[in-house]
Structures are given as C-alpha cells and as structure tokens.
C-alpha cells in the first residue's frame, strides 16, 4: 500500500463478485471449487516403483480404454497437486486394511474432505476440540483432554439418533453403524505455543500422541457404552474385523514395528521417545489396553469414534 501511494495513488478499486451460483466468481474458477480426490491401489504404487504400463479401465464396460506409462500418470497427479492443491490421495487397500466392517463392503470413497471414510450410504457428524484450551501455564491439561473426548464420544453418540439425513438408505444405515467423527483444531496453535516446528520430530510425536490418546479413549468410551447399551447392529458381524483394527492400533500407540496383523504396509509406529510429553504417550498406551479389554467383552457401540476433518461445525 506505501508503495502505491509514493507512486500517486490516493485510492485502490478491488473488485466484489456476486454470491451468485451464476455469477462470475464461479464461472472463472471452473472445477476449483470442490475437492477431488483419486483412489491408487498398492498395483498401481508398485506399477509406479517399475515404470511399468498400467491400463485405464472403462467404469461403464471394464474394458481397457488406453495403456499409459504408471509413472508418467503420478507425475501428472503431482504437478496437479502441486498447481492447484488437487487431487488429494487416497489409499484404497490400505484404507480397507483398517476398515472396522469389512464384511458389509469395501470403503470405496469418502466425503469431500477426505476425513470420513467408510461405507456407502453413511455420514458422521464432526465435533473438534480445540486443541489450544487445553493448554495452561505452561502444561498440556493431559486429563482435561480425556475427559473432554469421553464427552463428546457420549455427545456425538446421542447426535446420531438427533440427526437428518439427507436420504432415508443414509439414515438408516447410519444408524446401524453410529459413525462418530470426533477429531481435534489448532494443532498449530498448540505447537507454536509449546515452542515445536510443525513440522519437527517433537512437533509429530505430539500431534501422534495426541491422535493416539483420543482415538483410544473415544473407543474405550464406545465399549462402555455398549455394555449398557448394546453393540452397533453391524458388530456382530464385523467383531473378529474390528477387534483386529484395534489391535493394530493399539500395537502401535506402544511404538511397535512388527506384530500388525494383515497389512501390507506396516503404520510408522508412535514416536513415544520424541514425544516432547511423555505422559501423553503413556496416557495412550493406557487408553488402548482400556479400549481393547473393553471391546473383547462388550463389543463396540460405534464402527468409526474419530476423524481429523479440516474444520468441523463444533469446536470446544
């Protein structure tokens, strides 16, 4: 602005654009709008490792459209990516690895945003603690953020029954499966204050610690629940599934390499060394023995308790 105005200007005209969907600010930002995301199979990574071809199939016939160099098509995908900040990426046979229901389909897809991933014809309702609250004189509020993710596990468990949907196949089956998308805001924030880079080995031992401890609580909660109240009607069907997820879990909040059990690619186990919070670490072993112990004797009220979503409608 001082620039312009050594140069003689005394004022500056910003254009505004109509809200409209047929206005001119949408017309100019053609298919920016949205987020698109492209679903990759651990053939394709290992067809990319290779250089070798790989076939574009026909959704509509499954025939072989055309035949395209694998690492060709990523390096399209990434200078996307980095042009326009899409396509996102999603790992499908990862993805269905740690799929708690496996046994009513393939998580083929996700919400806009990427953060709710399950089956068709489903939703969550999202909930975000803010991260930053928690944080006083000095010291992350350890058993403060427990309590908080056990509320709101309860809270967005009621929701459930409270909510509308926008179709009566998403209802319903949302209400089999109580799908539950706790998750948490501002890791920034709290990183900035406690002093740790972003993106530092501090910075992503506590942002996994973190993550650790509210998953495993939320699912620990959702055991108990179900001891009063019932499993999820899919559970039965899923238990050997989903006992199995929580048990990759739980191996890794202890920082494990090996002993998952059928994955292809192993998860980079919790940082618990780095952890610039050591209780954070043990807090999340701990909750992950509850959440397994729990879920072999009262099975789990909920397929799904937490989601890291870019925003979310409730922040606390």
Not at 155 to 171: G, R, W, Y
Not at 264 to 285: E, H, Q, T
Request: hydrophobic share 40%.
């Amino acid at each position: 602005m001082l620039d312009y105005a050594k140069q003689g200007y005394d004022s500056i005209e910003f254009p505004t654009y109509d809200t409209d969907w047929d206005s001119e600010a949408y017309s100019s930002v053609s298919g920016q709008n949205s987020n698109n995301s492209i679903r990759v199979t651990n053939a394709f990574l290992h067809a990319v490792e290779k250089d070798a071809d790989w076939q574009l199939i026909n959704r509509t016939d499954g025939k072989v459209a055309k035949t395209v160099k694998a690492r060709d098509l990523w390096a399209k995908v990434g200078h996307a990516a980095w042009a326009c900040a899409d396509p996102g990426i999603q790992f499908h046979d990862t993805v269905n690895e740690w799929h708690t229901c496996p046994n009513d389909g393939e998580i083929r897809g996700s919400n806009p945003c990427s953060e709710y991933m399950f089956l068709d014809d489903t939703a969550c309702n999202l909930a975000s603690l803010n991260l930053l609250t928690f944080y006083k004189d000095g010291k992350f509020m350890a058993e403060d953020y427990m309590h908080a993710c056990r509320l709101w596990t309860l809270t967005l468990e009621v929701s459930v029954t409270m909510a509308q949907f926008p179709s009566k196949e998403i209802a319903q089956r949302s209400y089999d499966f109580r799908t539950l998308g706790l998750g948490y805001a501002n890791i920034g924030g709290l990183l900035m204050n406690m002093g740790h880079g972003y993106d530092s080995e501090e910075g992503r031992a506590l942002c996994g610690s973190l993550s650790a401890l509210m998953t495993g609580v939320a699912y620990a909660t959702s055991a108990e629940m179900a001891a009063e109240l019932g499993a999820f009607a899919g559970y039965a069907k899923n238990a050997d599934a989903m006992l199995k997820v929580i048990r990759n879990h739980r191996n890794d909040a202890m920082g494990k390499a090996t002993g998952y059990e059928g994955l292809s690619v192993p998860p980079v186990p919790l940082d618990i060394r780095g952890c610039p919070d050591a209780r954070l670490a043990d807090l999340a072993m701990g909750a992950w023995d509850e959440a397994l112990d729990l879920g072999e004797k009262h099975g789990k009220r909920n397929a799904q308790t937490t989601v890291i979503a870019p925003t979310a409608p409730l922040v606390w």
